[in-house]
């Protein structure tokens, strides 16, 4: 009996073996690449240039954008093959592996060193870390939030159960931030950066010295089975995409304010952070499936994850061309 991912394999090969005369990729039926996307980063910006389309353009590829909030209900569309590909932090992908959804990751990306922050109000007594015991924090359970704020606790000797946590999304949480139904927030750029220029909010910690930065591309897995060569077409534009955005911050400060909506000056803050480049898409490392695999053992140890992950049976490897 052959296994899914044995099937999965097949399928790439069959694909690869139908590769077009002259050195043309070959590719499959598909018409249209389904991608999901988020208001930051490279794939924000590939979007307002039209980039993956010019990019297929000649095959009649179309490319079809839905918009989350967040990773954790991205990468549900994506499992349930409802999307073919997008962006996501470090924390979704543990829970979409562990509903056993049809995804793999295909690329990683780097986001700033200070991507996330936890914001407390102004007059609030909470000074450091440790004074957050008690306390009602909120963040997107199973985001990448979840995973700052967690290790952003441990830091100060503190665990989960020593807060209330909420679980909310980042419209949502914002809303309660502002009217005090909530004492912390652990969040996300764009969102961190819009919150913190608030007068009224104070910066508790960044992100920086507490977790390293990974951010990943997903891809659906029967799309990425049947079509390998689009995936790596994908990661090579974005890489484009990003080294270009990068070498002109001034010209991406304008563009990507433009698509999400979020003020220039707030959106230069978040492409200025210490450590950002845009252009550090690549295919997956080892040294990001180790770092996957401790933090999906981690959460498990904290009783978050309900089984045990193997995070390298979801890896697409590329083949050499």
Known sequence: ???????????????????????????????TIRIGWQKFGVLALAKQQGAL????ADRGINIEWSEFTSGPP?????????????????????????ARGDLLYVGTYKPPAAFHGILVHKDS?????????????????????????????????????DVQEVDLPPPDAAAAFKNGSIDA???????????????????????????????YFLGNGAFTAANPEVLSEILDELAKVGAAAQADIDGTTEALSKITGVPADV?????????????????VSDEAVAYQQA??????????????LTISDIVWRPKAS
């Open 295 to 308: 933090l999906a053992d981690d959460f498990h140890a904290f009783g978050v994850l309900p089984r045990r």
């Open 125 to 161: 007594p909470i000074k450091t870390l440790a004074d957050l015991k008690g306390a009602k924090l909120a963040y997107k359970r199973g985001s990448s939030a979840h995973n700052f704020a967690f290790k952003a606790l441990a830091k100060a000797g503190l665990t989960p159960s």
């Open 1 to 31: 009996m052959i296994t899914r991912r044995q099937g999965l394999k097949l399928a790439a090969v069959l694909t690869l073996a139908g590769a077009a005369p002259f050195g043309r990729p070959a590719f499959a039926e598909t018409k």
């Open 185 to 215: 927030w652990s969040i996300w750029d764009p969102y961190f950066a819009i919150a913190e220029k608030d007068p009224d909010a104070r910066l508790l910690t960044t992100s920086e010295g507490i977790v390293e930065a990974w951010g």
């Open 74 to 98: 991205l990468l549900e569309a994506l499992g349930a093959g409802s999307l073919d590909f997008g962006p996501t932090g470090d924390v979704p992908p543990l829970f979409a592996q562990a």
């Open 267 to 283: 959106t230069r803050v978040t492409l200025t952070r210490a450590g950002s480049d845009l252009g550090k898409v690549a295919t």
């Open 53 to 56: 389309e010019k990019r297929f």
